[in-house]
């Protein structure tokens, strides 16, 4: 989104919070992530206890999460909130569930530090990327449970990164040019990592995937 300078006169709670910091914003492009409902309304959680973190609805999508995140190098782990809305327009493919049935979705968040964050790099580490929760990999019981997601990452055209990379504002850029056509040539590069990025989580300090066989 462009942000204009009469919109930031016109809002003086639109700041960066940085620890104890309010760094303020300056016109020009932004990246904005869409609240998932009308905040008026939609209650958004951070955390759920397990027993209600185990009923959510697309719990399978932080299968697929992590399958970018072993791609793209996300050297944080995985974060995620919550909320409730109707499961049939979240869940993959309705996941059956009944038009009118509500339940809690979980949607991932901050991609901050993929590609190491600032540092443009592939620094790869079996606990990078994993979410805190063990709860949302007890379903793994191979690499097929990474399906369809794995498959999307290999064979993901190359048309589809340079379509995005066309779309980035130049004033994002800022003489990078050079060095983010390497880093997605490096990208495309390791799609057929993936798979063995993910089996290694298993070599991490606790094995997020107990039921692996």
Same mark, same amino acid.
């Given at each position: 989104?462009?942000?204009?300078q009469?919109?930031?006169?016109?809002?003086?709670?639109?700041y960066?919070? /940085?620890?104890?910091? #309010?760094?303020?914003?300056?016109p020009?492009w932004? &990246?904005g992530?869409?609240?998932?409902g @009308?905040?008026?309304?939609m209650?958004?959680?951070? &955390? /759920?206890?397990?027993?209600l973190?185990?009923?959510?609805g697309? !719990?399978?999508h932080? /299968?697929?999460v992590?399958?970018?995140?072993? =791609?793209m190098?996300?050297?944080?782990g995985?974060?995620?909130?919550?909320?409730?809305?109707? !499961? +049939?327009?979240?869940? *993959?493919?309705?996941g059956?569930?009944h038009p009118r049935r509500?339940?809690?979705?979980?949607?991932?968040?901050?991609?901050?530090?993929?590609?190491?964050?600032?540092? =443009?790099q592939f620094?790869?580490?079996?606990v990078?990327?994993l979410?805190? $929760?063990?709860?949302?990999?007890?379903?793994?019981?191979? %690499?097929? @449970? &990474?399906? *369809?997601w794995l498959d999307q990452?290999?064979? !993901?055209?190359?048309?589809?990164?340079d379509?995005a990379?066309?779309?980035i504002?130049?004033? =994002?850029?800022?003489?990078?040019?050079?060095?983010l056509e390497? /880093?997605?040539a490096?990208l !495309?590069? #390791? $799609?057929?990592?993936?798979a063995? %990025?993910?089996?290694?989580?298993? $070599? +991490?300090?606790?094995?997020?995937?107990?039921?692996?066989?």
């Amino acid at each position: 989104m462009s942000i204009s300078q009469e919109f930031l006169d016109e809002s003086p709670d639109v700041y960066l919070q /940085l620890g104890s910091r #309010r760094i303020p914003v300056t016109p020009g492009w932004h &990246f904005g992530s869409r609240y998932p409902g @009308d905040p008026a309304r939609m209650a958004v959680y951070d &955390f /759920l206890p397990d027993a209600l973190l185990k009923q959510v609805g697309n !719990l399978s999508h932080f /299968l697929g999460v992590l399958v970018i995140d072993k =791609w793209m190098a996300n050297a944080d782990g995985r974060q995620a909130i919550y909320f409730r809305a109707r !499961l +049939a327009a979240w869940a *993959p493919a309705g996941g059956g569930a009944h038009p009118r049935r509500v339940g809690f979705v979980a949607q991932m968040i901050d991609q901050g530090y993929v590609f190491n964050g600032p540092h =443009w790099q592939f620094s790869d580490s079996p606990v990078q990327g994993l979410a805190p $929760r063990p709860a949302v990999y007890e379903s793994v019981r191979s %690499l097929d @449970d &990474f399906q *369809p997601w794995l498959d999307q990452v290999i064979y !993901l055209p190359e048309a589809v990164v340079d379509q995005a990379y066309k779309q980035i504002p130049p004033q =994002w850029l800022n003489g990078d040019e050079a060095a983010l056509e390497d /880093l997605l040539a490096r990208l !495309l590069r #390791r $799609r057929k990592r993936v798979a063995d %990025l993910i089996a290694e989580c298993k $070599r +991490a300090r606790v094995n997020p995937f107990p039921n692996w066989i």
